[in-house]
């Protein structure tokens, strides 16, 4: 089908409150990675699928934030009590396979507001 | 560890003009290098990357990167840009090892007609 989509495509929250951001990679891509895009930022690394094996989560700023990749296709990015410094695009980006040769395919993104 | 350095955060060019982007990184190891460019209200897409071999290395839409190893640079050039190239580029570095990709703060390339 068509390429990486991400949901909502935008998102406006309160402090405090939890929010849940879906990806969903190009079919038959096993490799999947979340990306954050702040204001005059680069992208920053959050965490990494690949297929069953464990995630990389080493790019996580903090434990208010996981995700979660079922059935090795669909991922959710999860934000617990959300900061105002959270405020920002996340990116999700999918790859056929694992490898550093191999080349992402990102999604529109998700704009998050946090007031 | 790694880090992407993209000296310019804006550039305006005229249409028809040559442009190059400039990217250092900084890394003891073997990278790879890559160049990505977003487009208005468009996800990011690759426009060419350096896996290895020659060092000039083509992408799409006439852009071209030198990889320069002395030198730690991989610039984005163009001999003659047109009014949709304007979008933001980054460039992106990740070693032979490991998952991670670190990426520039990004250039955004303006031109003006």
């Known amino acids: 089908g068509a390429g990486v989509s991400q949901s909502p495509s935008n998102k406006v929250t309160e402090k405090g409150k939890d929010v849940e951001l879906r990806c969903d990679p190009i079919?038959?891509?096993?490799?999947l990675y979340w990306y954050r895009q702040s204001l005059g930022q680069g992208l920053e690394f959050l965490i990494y699928f690949q297929g069953n094996s464990a995630p990389d989560k080493s790019g996580l700023p903090s434990d208010r934030f996981s995700a979660e990749r079922t059935g090795g296709s669909v991922s959710t990015l999860t934000i617990q009590r959300t900061q105002q410094e959270d405020s920002a695009v996340y990116l999700c980006?999918?790859?056929?396979?694992?490898?550093?040769?191999?080349?992402?395919?990102f999604g529109p993104g998700t704009r998050l507001l946090v007031l | 560890a790694q880090s992407v350095t993209q000296l310019d955060s804006q550039v305006p060019v005229f249409e028809e003009a040559p442009v190059e982007l400039r990217c250092n990184y900084s890394?003891?190891?073997?990278?790879?290098l890559f160049w990505y460019v977003q487009y208005p209200n468009q996800g990011l897409q690759l426009l060419l990357k350096?896996?290895?071999?020659?060092?000039l290395v083509k992408g799409i839409n006439g852009f071209e990167a030198e990889f320069n190893k002395s030198q730690t640079s991989f610039h984005l050039r163009k001999p003659s840009v047109h009014i949709s190239d304007t979008a933001e580029y980054f460039c992106a570095v990740t070693r032979n090892t490991g998952n991670q990709f670190y990426f520039g703060t990004g250039t955004s390339l303006t031109v003006i007609p």
């Open positions: 350096y896996l290895s071999g020659s060092t």
């Open positions: 890394s003891s190891v073997s990278v790879y």
């Open positions: 980006a999918s790859s056929l396979v694992s490898g550093q040769q191999e080349t992402q395919y």
């Open positions: 079919s038959g891509h096993t490799a």
